[in-house]
């Protein structure tokens, strides 16, 4: 049993390219999200998932963009990257919401 | 601005000892109050959580107390191991859909 998986694990971006962040779950969960994390700031919502085809904001959704077109799969999409966006970015997912999360092991990102 | 407040920033405990972590919030929409454990270079896990319709819930050595009416909340790690050493976060949420995480606490004991 995976869990939940992301790719890559590590990238490095120059400044204007874009790139997608990769989450698959392998649990059947309708909840979906994806965090990022900062130093000394905790993690902070980016966007999230309710299930196929719907999509909400979180609390910093600016400068990405988000996708569910089935159960297992929630790519996060940075366009135009900038190095506000150097972060370690993780994707998450719940049955019901309050089973709390299962995260996977993250992306750690840096724009150059 | 922060929707959960949590403190202190960095714990030094002793093995032996109790850890306390705290955690404050506003928004009296929060129903769901989960920790999460995160080790270096891995993604947070789920380590207890507690709904405000009680005062305590205890797992093991892990122990959240809880007070609505001062909208705080606690983890308490008795008898801390080496082991224990992490980033402990704290988070809330109204309804499940989402989470507000405190901004972590580095905890690191002793032997």
């Known amino acids: 049993n995976a869990g939940v998986t992301q790719t890559p694990k590590f990238r490095i971006l120059k400044i204007g390219q874009s790139m997608t962040l990769q989450c698959t779950q392998d649990?059947?969960?309708?909840?979906m999200y994806w965090y990022r994390q900062d130093p000394g700031m905790g993690l902070k919502l980016i966007y999230y998932?309710?299930?196929?085809?719907?999509?909400d904001k979180g609390e910093v959704p600016n400068g990405y963009n988000v996708s569910r077109s089935t159960t297992e799969d929630f790519p996060l999409r940075l366009e135009l990257a900038a190095p506000s966006q150097t972060s370690v970015y993780f994707c998450?997912?719940?049955?019901?919401?309050?089973?709390?999360?299962?995260f996977g092991s993250g992306t750690r990102l840096t724009v150059v | 601005q922060q929707q959960v407040k949590q403190s202190p920033q960095s714990l030094i405990v002793q093995k032996g000892g109790i850890s306390i972590i705290n955690c404050a919030y506003e928004n009296t929409a929060f129903d769901y109050f989960p920790w999460y454990q995160q080790f270096p270079g891995k993604g947070p896990a789920l380590l207890i959580a507690?709904?405000?319709?009680?005062s305590e819930k205890k797992e093991g050595r892990f122990t959240i107390s809880f007070n609505k009416s001062a909208k705080q909340f606690s983890l308490h790690i008795m008898d801390s191991q080496p082991g224990d050493s992490a980033t402990y976060f704290c988070a809330a949420s109204p309804a499940g859909n989402q989470f507000y995480f405190g901004t972590g606490t580095s905890l690191t004991v002793i032997p």
């Open positions: 998450a997912s719940s049955q019901t919401g309050f089973n709390g999360y299962t």
């Open positions: 649990m059947n969960h309708n909840y």
């Open positions: 998932s309710v299930g196929a085809g719907i999509t």
């Open positions: 507690i709904r405000p319709d009680v």
